[in-house]
């Protein structure tokens, strides 16, 4: 123990940054003093260096910061490294209440930095009593407008456990905040949380994070429960969950069990290493870590999503452990009005001390202008998007105007217009914005009429610009909009157009603004289901992953489906399902195949059918389509068919298409005709040197032999 003791002293177990600041010779020396006078270590080593006592702050620090790495690497049994820390402290004139109890488990223990060093408080945080809530919501509600009611809820959700009896082990308190985008839900619980961290109601002002949308589908536990401890482990008291809704069930039902029960049961055994969790399948490891507890902290539950979905995924018994229940609720025009006058002089700050603008002239035009962008149901996220705008555009007028380094700026407003006004130079300041990529609306069409064919697929694509815009205007107008379920199955024959009018259909919905990528992802089964178990969701998820924001195209869709003992590929199936409804309003789901085939792998998962209700037929091409097909792609290669041998491909694509339409391939067989034109037009220009028409494809050229098949 005195080793120990002594490699504290002399710093060799610092963490690095900090020393206790004596020499191995200094203690030598004051061990040999300690042994002649008597007295303490501390005693001595002041006697024999003449340095104050002060520096035993340092080594409190440095036997706190021991203690928590010995801990993490396992280096010595818990209850004994405890002891020894005990025993060091009264061996050094240290108060050993400054040590953490050696009675909880290692799964329990709360993080070391939770306790603040105080000699008259022995290292333990003391909050302050429940008259520091005094003028709490006061002080929020001078930078959270609109929220009275919101506030004094969440200023009762932090109270509550300075009035109620704290349940052992059990969160301080667990709550759910809920509220439409951008009323103030994220800002108050931070502005709350800091404030009472400056009235020492809690010991920290910080919140601990878990977004649970990081953990969409089953497989990813280990990943999970790590990151789950080290919030719990966080010096934050407070942990914020987000995005429950899109968590898989698996994951919720540890905070379930957290918030009900005030402990979750980890179903394998685990240790810490090096402060990471480790499972471990060896049934002789010492220490593991078999719970998980919440004591002490405040877990929030934070959403856009109503209390009643709270209670879809979690149940009932879940909303009845919640200490509260905290909502926002839309913002009157006074609060949005204050909101924008908080903005305005933030932009005047950014624009003076990051653009070199110094913003003058009528604010109160500003402030009135602004307030359109709230209209028509876009609220304070209209504001808060027109002030981003805003300073966009100015710092694109810095960037290519030739102003003074230092230049006053005016804003004025012309009718819908905002100007600004910069010298003697005025300019309508969102005009200077560049417009994102939206797609080539026109040419998309342009291409789609130029397809032979398909007439009815057309109308139908052609029928969603439409109904989107009008969903918009209702959105506008601030009425109740619908959707409609924009997945898709194509059905139809091989070279029936299936790829092509995909490819077109993701560009044309960037194009109107329901897709945000446009990007089209084809894959087969063999991209998505795994070759070991396990492997399977991960492969399918990040398929899914990749075609967000744009369309999957999944080839031969039927083929994931060989029976109910195609465990992986049912598996898959499941995992597409559940991240088309997690990502329903930003991808395209497009299953391509054979009618019957597909008809039954729709049987395959109850979901699928329902979330498929737009089935497109592609029909088999006429003779004369594929004709006009054939002229089509001779033009895009640089050719021309013959006048004379048009009557002749129309009589073999008419018997082709009454013979073997299922096999021949359709738009595929025109080109594999066109192709094998082509290299017996060379064969023949060669044999016929003379013949100056170098691009025109006639009848000697096709070899349509093979009707029949």
């Not at 994220?186 to 649970?212: F, N, P, Y």
């Not at 305005?344 to 653009?355: G, V």
């Not at 209702?474 to 009018?501: A, D, Q, W, Y």
């Not at 009589?651 to 339409?661: D, E, P, S």
Request: charged content about 25%; proline content about 2%; some cysteine.
């Amino acid at each position: 123990m005195e080793d120990i003791f002594e490699n504290l002293m002399s710093g060799a177990f610092s963490s690095g940054k900090q020393q206790a600041g004596y020499t191995e010779e200094e203690i030598k020396e004051a061990r040999k003093l300690q042994k002649k006078n008597g007295g303490t270590i501390m005693d001595a080593l002041k006697a024999v260096t003449g340095r104050s006592s002060r520096t035993s702050y340092d080594i409190d620090k440095e036997i706190q910061q021991l203690q928590q790495n010995l801990l993490n690497d396992f280096g010595m049994n818990q209850e004994e490294l405890l002891e020894n820390y005990r025993r060091a402290g009264e061996s050094s004139g240290i108060d050993p209440s400054l040590m953490l109890s050696g009675s909880q488990s290692l799964g329990e223990m709360p993080s070391g930095s939770a306790f603040s060093y105080d000699r008259k408080t022995a290292g333990t945080f003391v909050p302050a009593d429940i008259s520091a809530f005094d003028g709490l919501e006061e002080k929020v509600q001078e930078t959270i407008f609109g929220q009275e009611a919101f506030v004094k809820k969440l200023a009762i959700a932090f109270k509550r456990p300075f009035v109620m009896p704290e349940k052992k082990g059990y969160p301080r308190n667990a709550f759910f905040v809920s509220g439409a985008e951008d009323t103030g839900k994220h800002t108050a619980l931070k502005t709350m949380t800091k404030e009472l961290a400056e009235r020492r109601l809690l010991s920290d002002g910080g919140i601990q994070t878990v977004d649970l949308s990081l953990y969409p589908s089953a497989g990813s536990d280990k990943v999970f429960l790590q990151d789950l401890y080290m919030a719990l482990q966080s010096k934050e008291n407070v942990i914020l969950f987000e995005n429950f809704d899109v968590c898989h069930i698996s994951y919720l039902s540890y905070i379930n069990e957290l918030i009900t029960t005030g402990k979750c049961m980890l179903s394998e055994r685990y240790i810490l290493q090096k402060g990471q969790l480790v499972s471990v399948n060896n049934s002789f490891a010492s220490e593991t870590v078999s719970s998980f507890t919440a004591a002490g902290k405040y877990l929030v539950v934070i959403s856009t999503k109503p209390v009643s979905k709270l209670a879809d995924a979690l149940g009932a018994p879940f909303v009845n452990a919640l200490g509260d229940i905290c909502e926002t609720t839309a913002l009157d025009k006074d609060s949005l009005e204050k909101i924008s006058r908080v903005k305005f002089e933030k932009l005047k700050t950014k624009a003076k001390e990051l653009l070199g603008f110094t913003v003058t002239g009528d604010e109160e035009s500003f402030i009135t202008y602004s307030l359109t962008k709230a209209e028509r149901g876009a609220a304070c996220t209209g504001i808060l998007t027109f002030y981003d705008d805003v300073l966009k555009a100015l710092a694109e007028l810095r960037l290519s105007g030739a102003y003074p380094k230092e230049a006053d700026l005016a804003f004025t407003v012309d009718g819908n217009d905002l100007k600004v006004v910069i010298g003697e130079e005025e300019t309508v300041l969102l005009s200077v914005l560049k417009t994102g990529y939206r797609g080539e609306l026109e040419a998309i069409k342009a291409e789609m009429d130029n397809i032979v064919g398909l007439q009815k697929i057309k109308e139908y694509i052609f029928s969603l610009e439409e109904y989107y815009a009008v969903q918009k205007r209702r959105e506008e107008e601030g009425l109740k909009t619908g959707e409609v379920s924009k997945h898709m199955i194509f059905t139809g024959n091989p070279g029936t157009g299936k790829t092509t009018i995909a490819r077109i259909i993701s560009r044309y919905l960037k194009a109107i603004g329901v897709l945000s990528g446009g990007q089209l992802v084809e894959v087969t089964r063999a991209d998505l289901v795994g070759r070991y178990v396990g492997h399977t969701a991960p492969l399918t998820n990040q398929v899914l992953q990749s075609a967000i924001g744009g369309v999957l195209f999944i080839d031969e869709a039927y083929s994931l489906y060989r029976g109910k003992d195609d465990s992986f590929g049912l598996e898959a199936i499941d995992t597409l399902v559940k991240g088309i409804e997690d990502n329903r309003d930003n991808l395209v789901v497009i299953l391509a195949g054979y009618s019957d085939e597909m008809s039954v792998f729709l049987t395959s998962n109850s979901g699928l059918k329902s979330r498929f209700p737009n089935v497109i037929e592609f029909p088999d091409y006429t003779g004369q389509e594929l004709l006009e097909i054939a002229k089509i792609t001779a033009r895009s290669k640089g050719y021309e068919l013959d006048k004379d041998a048009e009557p002749m491909l129309l009589a073999y694509f008419n018997l082709v298409q009454a013979i073997r339409a299922r096999t021949a391939g359709n738009g595929r067989l025109v080109r594999n005709k066109v192709e094998e034109a082509i290299l017996n037009q060379s064969r023949r220009l060669v044999a016929e040197p003379d013949t100056k028409e170098l691009s025109l494809l006639t009848v000697k050229d096709f070899d349509l032999t093979d009707a029949e098949g």
